[in-house]
């Protein structure tokens, strides 16, 4: 969900959009989010020959597993209880658009009981199979070593499945939905450019003051004030979403010209403090709309959203 765009994920809806290959052989749909980086639910396999489009290029189903060491304290809990602690993890990319954490086998405080289940990967090789066990919770299969990957350093790692642990936390701040990728950078600057937003002709949003938010290789997004934006058009949506760089988004659904369209916008109420410039601020998906800056019409970027 992963070309990202940025705004939150939306967990739990299924989009038609490109499918990428796993790095493992897996299809991964990105999930619909608004972009960030990617909720991803598995599709099936594919054959060892099959290939896919991974950005500008195709990459054979055994893929390439980039790892590096990373120097934050690492930290998973598992009903309440300490599951691993480590300030040595390794940022593993199984999939091209965010890492996954893999902790040395050392720092694992969790109970490990093996399930006699044998995970294969054309990539990283046979994993071993764990449930993870405290005395007041069971993870069940959570938990992967490979002890014999071609890649050798992550034989003596321990991969646990980030959504099987109840919090996750990098130094002493939690973190959600995936590892914050080293490469990503978010910026957020004020504007005084003028920004439309048309959608079947009817302008929903008029702005001089917009928020512009640039993220490493996806479009910018411009979060626009509540007055600027014809709230009157739009109902609350249920749907919330989560993102490790800006938080937690609520949407809400467009009504136009007799049209409906589900979480069309959103916005972050309480983002996280490296992205407090975009607090109350309603944001729409550039591939969407016709998007006006200064009064020239936007090309529609090209991302899973379109």
């Not at 739990?12 to 909720?39: E, H, I, Q």
């Not at 209880?81 to 996954?100: C, G, M």
């Not at 914050?180 to 008029?206: K, N």
Request: charged share 25%; proline share 8%; with cysteine.
């Amino acid at each position: 969900m992963f070309g990202r765009s940025d705004g939150p994920y939306v967990l739990g809806k299924a989009a038609n959009m490109m499918r990428y290959l796993d790095l493992d052989g897996s299809v991964v749909d990105p999930a619909v989010d608004s972009g960030c980086s990617r909720f991803v639910s598995r599709l099936g396999k594919l054959s060892a020959h099959s290939t896919v489009a991974i950005g500008m290029e195709t990459e054979h189903s055994r893929g390439r597993v980039r790892v590096e060491p990373s120097h934050k304290r690492v930290r998973a809990y598992l009903g309440k209880e300490l599951v691993a602690d480590t300030t040595h993890p390794l940022l593993v990319w199984e999939v091209p658009y965010y890492p996954a954490y893999y902790i040395p086998s050392s720092d694992i405080r969790a109970e490990l009981v093996p399930t006699a289940e044998i995970d294969h990967s054309p990539s990283r090789g046979d994993a071993d199979v764990y449930d993870v066990k405290v005395a007041r919770a069971t993870a069940p299969g959570a938990a992967r070593r490979y002890p014999t990957s071609p890649i050798e350093e992550i034989r003596d790692a321990v991969h646990i499945e980030w959504n099987a642990m109840d919090e996750w936390m990098e130094e002493d701040e939690p973190v959600y939905v995936h590892p914050r990728d080293p490469y990503t950078r978010v910026d957020i600057l004020a504007s005084s450019r003028h920004v439309q937003v048309v959608v079947e002709g009817e302008t929903i949003a008029d702005s001089h003051q917009p928020r512009i938010l640039f993220e490493t290789g996806l479009p910018p997004r411009y979060y626009l004030p509540l007055p600027d934006v014809r709230l009157d058009l739009l109902t609350p949506s249920q749907t919330e979403t989560h993102c490790p760089y800006k938080g937690t988004a609520t949407y809400w659904h467009l009504d136009v010209n007799g049209h409906h369209y589900d979480d069309f916008v959103w916005i972050y109420r309480a983002p996280l403090p490296e992205s407090q410039k975009i607090a109350g601020l309603a944001a729409f998906y550039n591939e969407k709309i016709d998007l006006y800056v200064d009064g020239v019409l936007q090309e529609r970027a090209r991302t899973k959203f379109s």
